[in-house]
């Protein structure tokens, strides 16, 4: 059997955007993949379905797994012939133990590459408004690691670094702190040295503590610290208020929880994240086409047949028309139908494919479509709905009421979701996650189906209509509903929620 190969693959800090485009290239076709406790929530939901997982749990002294033992599986899993990924927080050859792992895999000849990552050293004071270097207050950086190994003395000349005049930055030393800002205070440096503690960089929960080199230890203590965290100590932390810079973001300090199916969540997050946001993709449903069946065969069959074709969302756009294309059909076959959308999403998605709707209500939701197509139609006109499993019974009746012979289709069906990586209920309890974005009634329920058990009324729920908000109250979440039924508007209400939070 031929070896397979491995990376090792830096996630950078924890914000998704702050992972290379190579990091997701490799990370999107790995078989397995290795993951450590310091990568982001919003990176490890990229990680493809089809990958095998491999928790090794590092976190400052709590191991899952010994760093032996983790280099060892990565050799034998590439001696499998997979593709395999070791993916860690940070960079891989910056105290990441990289170094030790690509030893083992290149002395029994396994194909390596290294895709090196944002240190939290710099992206971490760069998102708390602190430059590590600036002209006017030092011109050096020196990364230290705050890691003591237990029974050992630090292996750290203080009085070299306190002679540098250059930032200093600690990783993993958070449980040191008092140890650290001793030694320094020892070999020389000035008591009112500016100082701060950072956790949780880049993330909706990050948490700056400015100080002193005197007085930091004692801060922490008072106001509590949270791991991941790194030490930073030098002038340049004066800075952090005035240049921080994130403040300026509508959304950012909110994680927020988008529950699309996956090929629709991408748009939803990027708006989100672009305003601040740190976001969760967790996919609560997936869409699967319907099995062939002897009445698709027919509608497909007699497609010319149909005054109306009605789409009652993007995603029953995409499989009708993948359906007619392995039916070796094209849009001549829908003859002189006209078409009628809910909304503008599946508006879009029909001209995508060369077609522009006939009729759009006001408001997007299955009642005001049937109503407003139930005042155009001819009595005994024929009308296709090619769309979920389970839809909105009103549509059909309101349709059928003004006189129109209406072929109700199941073009597709929904499967519920969970996370086997994220525990969202947890998150949700321990008030980690701000807000859930639902897009309909469907993923609401596949979200309920993945955290049972959670306290609903701990959920605010940024819903897309009323049906959806209907869902979400009958769970006892705490609802809010976007002025119009599109994901721009959906955007605003999140927003609107994090300004009523805070006014």
Not at 214 to 228: F, H, I, Q, R, W
Not at 312 to 317: E, I, K
Request: with cysteine.
């Amino acid at each position: 059997m031929k070896n397979g190969k491995v990376w090792l693959v830096g996630a950078g800090p924890g914000d998704l955007g702050l992972m290379t485009v190579k990091g997701m290239e490799v990370l999107a076709a790995a078989d397995v993949v290795v993951y450590d406790s310091l990568v982001g929530d919003s990176i490890l939901g990229k990680i493809p379905d089809t990958a095998r997982l491999i928790n090794v749990g590092k976190r400052a002294s709590h191991h899952t797994m010994p760093q032996d033992q983790i280099n060892e599986v990565l050799l034998e899993q590439a001696q499998k012939g997979y593709k395999v990924v070791r993916l860690k927080g940070g960079d891989p050859f910056l105290f990441g133990r990289g170094g030790e792992e690509l030893e083992l895999l290149l002395q029994n000849g396994i194909d390596c590459e290294v895709v090196p990552g944002v240190t939290s050293a710099l992206s971490v004071p760069a998102y708390n408004g602190i430059p590590v270097t600036h002209r006017d207050y030092c011109s050096s950086i020196h990364i230290i690691t705050g890691h003591r190994r237990a029974g050992k003395e630090y292996d750290i000349d203080f009085k070299a670094l306190t002679d540098t005049k250059g930032t200093l930055i600690f990783l993993m030393g958070v449980t040191a702190l008092l140890d650290i800002c001793k030694g320094l205070l020892d070999a020389g440096m000035d008591p009112d040295m500016p100082a701060a503690l950072l956790s949780k960089g880049t993330t909706a929960g990050q948490r700056k503590i400015v100080a002193t080199v005197s007085t930091l230890a004692d801060t922490v203590e008072k106001e509590g610290a949270v791991t991941p965290a790194i030490i930073v100590v030098g002038k340049v932390c004066t800075l952090a208020d005035e240049l921080y810079w994130r403040s300026c973001l509508p959304l950012a300090g909110w994680k927020v929880l988008v529950t699309r199916p996956k090929a629709h969540a991408s748009t939803t997050s990027q708006k989100l994240r672009e305003l601040g946001a740190e976001v969760l993709e967790l996919p609560s449903i997936a869409t699967l086409p319907m099995p062939d069946g002897k009445k698709q065969k027919e509608a497909y069959k007699n497609l010319a047949d149909y005054q109306w074709i009605v789409f009652t969302s993007p995603t029953g756009v995409e499989v009708f028309f993948d359906k007619l294309i392995r039916e070796k059909q094209d849009i001549r076959s829908l003859g002189n139908a006209k078409i009628a959308a809910i909304g503008e999403g599946t508006a879009r998605k029909l001209r995508e494919r060369g077609l522009i709707a006939d009729l759009m209500p006001e408001t997007y939701d299955g009642d005001s479509l049937g109503e407003a197509l139930a005042k155009v139609l001819a009595s005994g006109e024929k009308v296709l709905i090619p769309r979920a499993e389970k839809g909105n019974e009103n549509l059909v009746r309101l349709l059928k009421e003004a006189g129109a012979e209406v072929t109700d289709l199941p073009t597709y069906c929904t499967r519920y979701e969970k996370s086997t990586l994220i525990d969202e209920r947890r998150e949700f309890e321990a008030g980690e996650i701000q807000c859930a974005v639902f897009t309909s009634a469907s993923t609401v329920k596949g979200f309920a189906e993945g955290v049972k058990g959670l306290d609903f009324t701990k959920v605010k729920a940024a819903c897309i209509g009323r049906q959806t908000k209907a869902a979400a109250e009958a769970l006892g979440m705490k609802t809010y509903m976007a002025e119009k039924a599109t994901i721009d508007s959906l955007v605003e209400l999140v927003v609107r929620m994090k300004n009523e939070e805070n006014s």
